[in-house]
């Protein structure tokens, strides 16, 4: 029903666009990685050599559209755990076995405003607080209806309802790891550009309430503001920058009574080519009992705090992550395009209580072939008090029509 009443309302919008000419965009992609975890404490190691495709098509008349994408995940060497299957002697490997509809929207899209309902990918900003999830194979994406209003240039007004979370667990997705996850989630985002950056003030109502997930109790609402931007020094030296506050407190059901605090402060210096990057990110813990966290179980939260994913839920006492790092990149290097090196150091602590959860060293170099695009990627993490030594690797290649 929801689905029915968002197409009407998108097709009452769009008016006289239908009748204009239609044309078809065909949408395909593909990806092979390869993953492989050691990790401490656990008596085998995981080896995941996943195959994921999608497919689907695009068709556009006008001011409207509608798209409509399948995927799907093989494991083609399946010696991990992914969280639904496998032996939990082996490390966890997020990317199960999945046949499920991607994507599955009615869009009419002007200037100044656009209706999107149905199936959808929402990211803002940088994914913190709401994301794609796009590293993991299925991916996250919401059922939902989205407006994106531009009133006069430069004003931005971006508010989605969303009943359903499609997570990345797939279509046998169970217990604390469903497929989907239901509750009436309202993401908020008024965002304008000045002089200085990006100025965006956001209002996030996650409502997780199901029985299931009950346990991780993450219905939460969270306010805050963020700037983004950046200011040339010259034709070769550029400083981009963000910083961001929130406040987030329990919502709905949840039946913890808390409040805490998020900060970031991050800064990139590109110089010729040469990166260097620094930041300082806190999700912060509550001040009483009971001890909760800051959480962004809507986040794409790979991003953040370490490729190796030991904090993906933020633990009770909070997270502080300082981190630095630096890289190069080259336009064109033989055959490959967009070639790049990175490395990152994260040290990680708590909030509260004045732990010293363990460090954490990233790498990536990637590049393009024409239209796939080649990543190797590692990470380890070197565990003081929290979780165990774990060492990532990934091989990964990505195509797209």
Known sequence: MRYLIGTAVALAAAGPACAQEMT?????EARARYERVDQD????AADALTLRVRGGVTAASGAISATV??????????????????????PLVADPQNVALYVAQ?????????????RQKITLD????VGNVGFRDNAQTFDAVRAEITPIRGLKLDISYAWSVR??????GAGARQQAVGGD???GNLSYVTPLGTLTGFAYLVDQDEAAVQAFRQSSQTYGARLAGSHAFGPAVKLAYQASYARQSDYHRNPNDYAADYWLADGLLDVKGWKLNAGYEVLGASKGLPFTSFQTPLGTNFKFQGWADKFLTTPANGLRDLYFGGGYGWKQAGPLSGLSVQATWHRFDSDRLGQHYGNEIDLLASAKVRKTAVSLRYAHYEAREMATDT???????????
């Open 24 to 28: 078809l965009k065909p949408v395909a």
């Open 185 to 187: 989630n309202v993401l």
């Open 106 to 118: 009615l869009q009419y899209r002007t200037k100044a405003l656009s209706l999107t309902a149905g």
């Open 167 to 172: 997570t990345i667990w797939g279509i046998d």
């Open 69 to 90: 994408i399948g995927q799907g995940t093989l494991a083609a060497v399946d010696h991990y755990y992914d969280g639904l299957n496998g032996a939990a002697t082996r």
């Open 126 to 129: 940088d994914e913190r607080f």
């Open 391 to 401: 060492d990532k690797y990934w091989i990964q290649l990505d195509w797209a029509y």
């Open 41 to 44: 404490g656990l008596s085998q």
